[in-house]
């Protein structure tokens, strides 16, 4: 069956500008996941959505990062303003509630 | 929060069996051992999972010490396609995210 896609694959923006990175979790996993994957800082996690509910918003890096989830579907991940520490490869996951998660192949996001 | 131990990087030779270790001596009795593995490029992918008892499937056997401080992940015969950095969960956060530490590096060599 289909997996979790994102797009864009690769994104690259410059200094100040927003973007947004589209996240299509696997039909039915109520719970969805943003992480964020960088040289210097491994894998960590920025944000959880669990079907409708609003998300614990505490993971985010800063107040420049919001996400939202439509629908308790399709996630939006928008980072304003961006800076040059924000290149990363963000990652999706979705799962049934505290199942294994399944990861989408990632944006990676440049900030020139 | 439980934290986990693994070693840096790993070498194996293909076809040979493979053994990963992992310590988390902080464990909850509750809490469920995850592995996780991420291929060059692409995003984690789950291994396997289990809570006390040893566990297979068709990507590899986890066995977990009685006092469930530490576990191995076994792949039986490794493949160039095993080539991956393997990660160990716990610990858990809060809302049920995956943190990750750095995990093994495991090379295969043909």
């Known amino acids: 069956g289909a997996g979790v896609s994102q797009s864009p694959s690769n994104k690259v923006t410059e200094k100040g500008k927003d973007v947004e990175l589209r996240c299509d979790p696997i039909?039915?996993?109520?719970?969805l996941y943003w992480y964020r994957q960088s040289l210097g800082q491994g894998l960590e996690f920025l944000i959880y959505f669990q079907g409708n509910s609003a998300p614990d918003k505490s993971g985010l890096p800063s107040d420049r990062f919001s996400a939202e989830r439509t629908g308790g579907s399709v996630s939006t991940l928008t980072i304003q303003r961006t800076q040059q520490e924000d290149s990363a490869v963000y990652l999706c996951?979705?799962?049934?509630?505290?199942?294994?998660?399944?990861f989408g192949p990632g944006t990676r996001l440049t900030v020139t | 929060d439980a934290k986990t131990t693994q070693p840096n990087s790993m070498e194996s030779n293909e076809e040979e069996p493979v053994h990963l270790p992992c310590n988390h001596s902080t464990i909850s009795g509750t809490d469920y051992i995850h592995w996780y593995r991420q291929l060059p490029s692409q995003g984690p992918e789950y291994v396997i999972h289990g809570l006390t008892s040893n566990v297979n499937n068709r990507m590899a056997s986890l066995a977990i010490a009685e006092d469930r401080k530490s576990s191995t992940l076994i792949l039986h015969r490794a493949t160039l396609r095993d080539a991956a950095v393997y990660y160990c969960?716990?610990?858990?956060?809060?809302?049920?995210?995956?943190?990750f530490g750095k995990g093994t590096k495991l090379s295969v060599k043909p």
């Open positions: 996951a979705s799962s049934p509630p505290w199942g294994e998660q399944y």
């Open positions: 969960i716990p610990p858990w956060g809060s809302q049920g995210n995956l943190i």
């Open positions: 039909s039915g996993h109520t719970a």
